[in-house]
């Protein structure tokens, strides 16, 4: 088979239109003037064998395509190529809607959405219109705390969304700065045992501001985030995902600073990380910082602490220490690992808290949806 010839054939098979391999096959027998008998004996086989494949009632195997390569004196591959060049024009093209698909699933978590119920398992149309009206064209402005708010990703943006989402559909009293500021109080009585904490979403609906739990998407870590609706209503939302009572106070508490600061009016206050490195955070974020640390342990009271018993900080001591407080220790030994750098140290006091404060919340995650219409 000459060069030339080849190159046709490759040529022929980038058409829109593609031959059965055996219409090539009898091209080459006429070349060298074989008869289907030829090629039979050549082949070792039957005439009934060849007969289909030249009429193009059959296929090309693997196999076929070896013998073929050595009666033609060219490599296998040749003729299994043409096989398959006719076989995917043979099949039908695919429905539009896996290309829209991947477009949508690189962009957005739909999946993970679908699952959480967020939005309906759908056809490809009907899914770009929930994904719009998810997102609310424009998109809302939005700040990530932890680096340039440009980075949060689309996982992160999709749980801020479903607490924005969320929090348009529950009516609570208009919102009393003063009244928050008085619960600041309540909430304090409530740090000695972590099932107190179950008190937090009626104290923060009677002061009008809406407190949601969303459960966070994976690879998408956040912690809360604060923002209004309008002036007069609030919104905190809290992922509890390092479900730590420490943790839980200190991203309450930093939210509710957000609040009484009316930080979060002109662009959400997204915190993704409140346990990291807060050197290079906003004079908002380390306003809320401070106001946490100080609820969970009051600074002049721990400072002195830690100067009295350094370096020696004995577990009975801290215990001690939280119970002159009225707090649990857990909440003290959190700021204290802060400030050791040591996330190890007497861990085991930072019991779980989440399960407490689910059942009384509007909470959304861990087997549960609020039903919301898109």
């Known amino acids: 088979m000459t060069s030339e010839k080849r190159g046709a054939i490759v040529a022929t098979a980038s058409a829109s239109w593609i031959n059965h391999p055996g219409f090539y096959i009898k091209e080459e027998m006429e070349e060298r003037g074989w008869s289907q008998r030829d090629l039979a004996f050549i082949l070792g086989c039957s005439e009934q064998v060849i007969n289909p494949i030249l009429n193009g009632k059959r296929s090309v195997s693997p196999e ?4 073929l390569g050595d009666a033609f004196d060219v490599p296998a591959e040749f003729f299994a190529n043409l096989q398959q060049a006719y076989d995917l024009a043979q099949a039908r093209n695919p429905d539009p809607s896996v290309a829209a698909r991947r477009l949508m699933q690189m962009e957005y978590p739909v999946r993970e959405m679908i699952k959480r119920g967020w939005i309906e398992q759908s056809d490809a149309p009907m899914l770009k219109t929930q994904l719009e009206r998810f997102f609310d064209i424009p998109q809302l402005a939005h700040a990530a705390k932890k680096t340039n708010y440009e980075d ?12 924005r989402q969320i929090a348009k559909s529950i009516e609570v009293p208009n919102y009393s700065e003063k009244g928050l500021r008085n619960a600041l109080a309540d909430l304090q009585m409530l740090l000695y045992t972590p ?19 969303v459960e966070k998407l994976p690879q998408a870590d956040i912690d809360g985030v604060c923002f209004w609706l309008d002036s007069k209503s609030p919104v905190i939302g809290m992922s509890t995902r390092r479900d730590k009572i420490d943790n839980f106070w200190f991203v309450l508490r930093h939210e509710i600073q957000h609040v009484l600061e009316g930080h979060g009016q002109e662009r959400e206050m997204v915190d993704t990380d409140l346990e990291g490195d807060q050197s290079n955070a906003s004079i908002e974020e380390k306003v809320a910082n401070e106001a946490a640390a100080d609820f969970c342990a009051p600074r002049s009271k721990l400072d002195s602490f830690m100067v009295r018993k350094h370096p020696f900080f004995y577990e009975k001591d801290v215990v001690a220490f939280a119970r002159l407080l009225n707090r649990h220790p857990g909440l003290i030994i959190g700021q204290m690992q802060r400030r050791l750098k040591d996330y190890r140290y007497l861990a085991r006091h930072l019991v779980k808290i989440r399960h407490f404060v689910l059942p009384g919340s509007v909470a959304d995650g861990w087997g549960q949806v609020v039903p919301v219409t898109l």
Do not use: D
């Open 64 to 67: 076929m395509a070896k013998a």
């Open 152 to 163: 949060i990703s689309p996982a992160q943006l999709a749980w801020l969304y479903r607490v």
């Open 195 to 213: 099932e107190e904490a179950r008190h937090v979403p009626r104290i923060l609906l009677e002061c009008g501001v809406r407190f949601i739990l």
